[in-house]
């Protein structure tokens, strides 16, 4: 299994909030994804990074940002939580564009 | 824009029956990738199999196979002699090589259920 680990696994937080959620990879892989997984839409891209200071937008990237200073830290952060935003996010990894991306154990994040 | 679909929300069987999975996708890209992962209770995302589109050979590993058409678009996944342990949400995936990052497309997923 990739080495993959997102932290912290749960969280509750209030409306309006920042939250920040980790990736981090022992893979030494290029590329990492957030996703957000929700009832009946599968996995939905939140943001994606190609390398280090890297980043661009997925489909549903509105209120969220990223940043990555390391290879193997990926952070995603909400700047003001919302209720919409209550969700289980999963980071993945690939060693490159074509390559298959492999996905942590995700955070369930709740906000009330 | 690629889009993926799986028709079926879920599925209930008994041990030992087959059960096939579709999924069928749309895509402008004549070069992409297709994934099946599964989802089990537990939640984390398991990868099952990769196919690129100039691949149409069929492939089975153990209990699992896979029948990847492009005349339909479809790319059916099916599990022969179901076990308990095949209980989970299984998603049908796509990416296009040409757009950046490699992103997947999901589908919704398919429930599956098996009762002993």
């Known amino acids: 299994d990739a080495g993959i680990t997102q932290s912290p696994r749960h969280k509750v937080t209030e409306t309006g909030t920042p939250v920040t959620l980790r990736c981090h990879q022992t893979?030494?892989?290029?590329?990492m994804y957030w996703y957000r997984q929700d009832p009946g839409h599968g996995l939905r891209l939140i943001h994606y990074?190609?390398?280090?200071?890297?980043?661009d937008k997925g489909e549903v990237s509105d209120g969220y940002s990223v940043s990555r200073s390391k290879t193997e830290d990926f952070l995603l952060t909400l700047e003001s939580a919302t209720s919409s935003q209550t969700s289980v996010y999963f980071c993945a990894i690939s060693e490159s564009r074509e390559e298959t991306q492999y996905f942590g154990p995700g955070t369930r994040l709740l906000v009330l | 824009a690629q889009k993926v679909t799986q028709a079926q929300t879920e599925i209930s069987v008994v041990e030992k029956e087959d059960v096939t999975l579709d999924c069928v996708y749309e895509?402008?890209?004549?070069?992409?990738?297709l994934f099946w992962y599964k989802q089990p209770p537990s939640g984390e995302l398991v990868f099952l199999i990769r196919r690129n589109s100039f691949d149409e050979q069929n492939e089975i590993s153990g209990r699992y196979s896979w029948n990847f058409q492009k005349s339909t678009s479809s790319f059916n996944f099916t599990i022969t002699a179901s076990q308990v342990v095949d209980s989970a949400v299984y998603f049908c995936a796509l990416s296009e090589a040409g757009a950046a990052g490699n992103k997947l497309t999901f589908g919704g997923g398919t429930r599956v259920l098996v009762k002993p």
């Open positions: 895509t402008r890209d004549t070069t992409y990738y």
């Open positions: 893979e030494n892989h290029r590329y």
């Open positions: 990074s190609y390398g280090v200071k890297d980043t």
